[in-house]
Structures are given as structure tokens and as C-alpha cells.
């Protein structure tokens, strides 16, 4: 009876040991995250929307968790107020002309506090000040424009496909040309022409320079030509040298 008794006292410290240790762990791991064993200050922002924001939010600075959201307040119908407790030891490096905007982690994870880097010569923020504020995009608004692009997509794809409905039919001038084998055959032709036209043309000027009438003027601008051509290349060689 006594060894059973004993036992059960053995097991009921355990169990209160184990107990308190996880409690302190538990503790210990808040504290970590909401800051409370790390000197803190605080900063204000105020936004239209908080967009689903909540107190406890991290708050994150050049992609490193600096602090979380303290509280949020209500000022009038189109102002919340935000504080935010950040650690002390990064407060040099964050400017008075700073920005807070609302972010998500990831895609569809918590809401966050994003504070932007300001300008290097702007004034280090001081505890308790207001920083200026970015309006969140909800997603809302996002999935409202990409059902409008989505829409539009679909009228310009029924559109086109009429279009080529419309030109395998013949319709139209492209399809004319695409399905009627004479105004194809008449277009060869033309091109054909042109070409000997173009042909005939630089045969007349051949022509032309042999003329004894016209091979003095022929002459007189191949040597103009030419005189040119020298003065460039001299006007080059000035400037090389």
C-alpha cells in the first residue's frame, strides 16, 4: 500500500514539474515574440482601412521582423489609429519620413506592418511619433480588375475568331485574296511587271551613259562624286590627327 502511495506521489510531481516547466517554456516563447523581455518604443500610424490587421501582427522592416502591432483603434468613421511597438536596437534605422503599409505574408497568410526605409539624411523616428501611411489594395479590387481583363480577353477572342471565320469564307479583302485564285494570278503579274519595269529602267540608264550627248554629264558628276568622297576622307584624317 505504501509503495503505491509513493509511486503515485512520484508520478504527481512529475506531472506537476513537467507542468510548470511548459507553462515557462509557454511563457518564454510569448514574451520572445510580442517583445516583452526586449526594450520596445512605440510608433503611430493611421490608416483608412487596416484591411483585416490584428493586434499581435508582426511588423517587418528591409525583410526582417522588428516588432508587432500593440493596438488599433477606431479614431472617427475614416481613421484607424495603429500602434506599434518595434525593438529599440533598430530604431537608428528607421527614418522620420518612413512609410507604414499593410502586406500579407505570402499570399493568403497574416496580415503585417511593412515600414519602409527612408532617406538616409531624413532624421532617425523618435518614440512615440506618427509615420506617414500607405492605403492597403484589397483583394477585392484585385480580383474586381482581373475579372474585367478576364472579360475582355474573351470579347477580343470571340472577335478575332469571327475575323477568321469571315476571311476562310472569302469575305473581305484579305479573304479575297487568300480564296480567289485570279486576284492572286493578277497580283503575281503586277509584281512581274514591276520587275520588268525595274529591268527596263536600269537597261535605258546603261543606255543613257554610252549616249555621247548625256556621257559628259555622267562624267562631271561620277568626278563630283568622287570630289566629295575625297573631302570626307580628308576631314577625317584632320580630325584623327
Known amino acids: 500500500m ?6 503515485f506521489k512520484v508520478r504527481l510531481g512529475l506531472f506537476i514539474i513537467g507542468g510548470i516547466a511548459l507553462f515557462v517554456l509557454a511563457i518564454f516563447i510569448i514574451g520572445r515574440q510580442q517583445n516583452l523581455f526586449n526594450p520596445v518604443f512605440k510608433v503611430t ?9 490584428q493586434v499581435g501582427n508582426n511588423i517587418r522592416f528591409s525583410g526582417i521582423n522588428i516588432g508587432v502591432v500593440d493596438n488599433i483603434q477606431i479614431i472617427n468613421d475614416s481613421t484607424v489609429k495603429v500602434d506599434m511597438l518595434i525593438r529599440q536596437n533598430v530604431q537608428e534605422f528607421i527614418k522620420s519620413d518612413s512609410q507604414a503599409s499593410i502586406g500579407s505574408e505570402g499570399i493568403i497568410g497574416d496580415r503585417l ?14 518614440n512615440g511619433q506618427q509615420i506617414s501611411s500607405v492605403e492597403p489594395i484589397e483583394t477585392d479590387e484585385i480580383m474586381a480588375g482581373l475579372n474585367v481583363s478576364v472579360v475582355n480577353a474573351a470579347i477580343i477572342t470571340n472577335e478575332l475568331a469571327e475575323i477568321m471565320m469571315k476571311i476562310n469564307s472569302g ?3 484579305i479573304g479575297r485574296l487568300l480564296q480567289d485564285s485570279t486576284i492572286a494570278e493578277n497580283l503575281n503579274m503586277t509584281i512581274l511587271n514591276l520587275r520588268k519595269s ?16 548625256l556621257k559628259g554629264y555622267f562624267k562631271r558628276k ?4 568622287e570630289e566629295k568622297k575625297k573631302e570626307a576622307e580628308q576631314k577625317e584624317a584632320n580630325k584623327k590627327k
Open 113 to 126: 506592418i511593412i515600414i519602409s526605409q527612408g532617406s538616409s539624411d531624413a532624421p532617425v523616428i523618435r
Open 45 to 53: 500610424a493611421n490608416f483608412n482601412n487596416v484591411s483585416g490587421l
Open 2 to 7: 505504501e509503495t503505491h502511495t509513493e509511486r
Open 222 to 225: 561620277a568626278k563630283a562624286e
Open 198 to 213: 525595274s529591268k527596263g529602267l536600269d537597261e535605258n540608264m546603261n543606255a543613257a551613259k554610252e549616249n555621247i550627248f
Open 171 to 173: 469575305e473581305g479583302t
